[in-house]
C-alpha cells in the first residue's frame, strides 16, 4: 500500500531556531500533501495543503512566515517551523494523496517537536 | 460552522465484544467519509471509507454505516481484540480554494479489556 514517511520523528530545538520536518511519498507521486498539526489528546488540526510546485494553501489562523512549507517535487514536502516557540511544541504529522477522487489519505508517523 | 464530531470521548469494552464508535457531521454537502485508527505516537492508519451514495461498507472485522438523514457515521467493530485500543477519528471531505482537504472530528479513545 501507500507509504508515507515522516522524518525526523522526534526533535527537540532551543527558542528561537528553525526546524525542518520533510515528509516523503515513498510508492506513489503526491501532487498534493497536507500538513496536520495534533495537541495532546486532540484531534488533527488542518494547517496547510501543499501542491507541487506551487504555493501552498493555508488555513485560516496558520501564519505562513512561520510555518514555510515547500512542495518542490511529487515526492517531498517539506514544512520548516522558523523562529520556534516553545508554544510551537506539537505533534506535526503529514498526510499525501494518490489523487484520485476517493482515495482516503495517507499519513505519515509524525514529527514530535519539543521546543526548549 | 461545519464540524465532524464524536459523541463519546472514551468507549470501554472486553475483548470479544463488538464495539460501536459514533460521529455525527454537519455539513450535508459531505460526498466521502474515513474511519482512522491513531495508535499513541503514531500517524492515523487508514481503517475503512465510505461514499455518500452508499448507506453501508463492510472491510475485515469492520462495518461502517452512514446515515444521511441524521448525519451520522459509525463504525462497527467485530469481536474487538486488545490490539483495536486506539484513538478513533471520523474524517469529512471538504472542499475549498486548495482542492480537498480532510477534516477530523475529536476522537473516540477506545480501550479493550482481555
Known amino acids: 500500500g501507500a507509504v508515507v514517511s515522516q522524518h525526523p520523528s522526534r526533535v527537540i530545538c532551543k527558542s528561537g531556531t528553525s526546524v525542518k520536518i520533510e515528509c516523503r511519498s515513498l510508492d506513489f507521486q503526491a501532487t498534493t500533501m497536507f500538513w496536520y498539526r495534533q495537541f495532546p489528546k486532540q484531534s488533527l488540526m488542518l494547517m496547510a495543503t501543499?501542491?507541487?510546485?506551487?504555493?501552498?494553501?493555508?488555513e485560516q489562523g496558520v501564519e505562513k512566515d512561520k510555518f514555510l512549507i515547500n512542495h518542490a517535487s511529487l515526492t517531498l514536502s517539506t514544512l520548516t517551523v522558523t523562529s520556534a516557540h516553545p508554544e510551537d511544541s506539537s505533534f506535526y504529522i503529514c498526510s499525501a494523496s494518490l489523487g484520485q477522487q476517493n482515495s482516503p489519505l495517507h499519513f505519515g508517523n509524525g514529527t514530535r517537536l519539543t521546543v526548549t | 460552522g461545519e464540524s465532524v464530531g464524536l459523541h463519546l470521548p472514551t468507549l470501554s469494552v472486553q475483548e470479544g465484544d463488538n464495539s460501536i464508535i459514533n460521529c455525527a457531521y454537519s455539513n450535508s454537502a459531505s460526498d466521502y467519509f474515513i474511519w482512522y485508527k491513531q495508535e499513541s505516537g503514531k500517524g492515523p492508519q487508514f481503517i475503512i471509507d465510505i461514499r455518500s451514495n452508499m448507506d453501508k461498507r463492510q472491510g475485515q472485522r469492520v462495518t461502517v454505516l452512514l446515515n444521511k438523514t441524521v448525519k451520522h457515521l459509525s463504525l462497527q467493530i467485530a469481536a474487538t481484540q486488545p490490539g483495536d485500543s486506539a484513538v478513533y477519528f471520523c474524517?469529512?471531505?471538504?472542499?475549498?480554494?486548495?482542492?480537498?482537504?480532510?477534516?477530523f472530528g475529536k476522537g473516540t479513545t477506545l480501550s479493550v479489556s482481555s
Open positions: 474524517a469529512e471531505r471538504r472542499f475549498n480554494q486548495a482542492g480537498t482537504a480532510l477534516i
Open positions: 501543499s501542491n507541487e510546485g506551487s504555493k501552498a494553501t493555508y
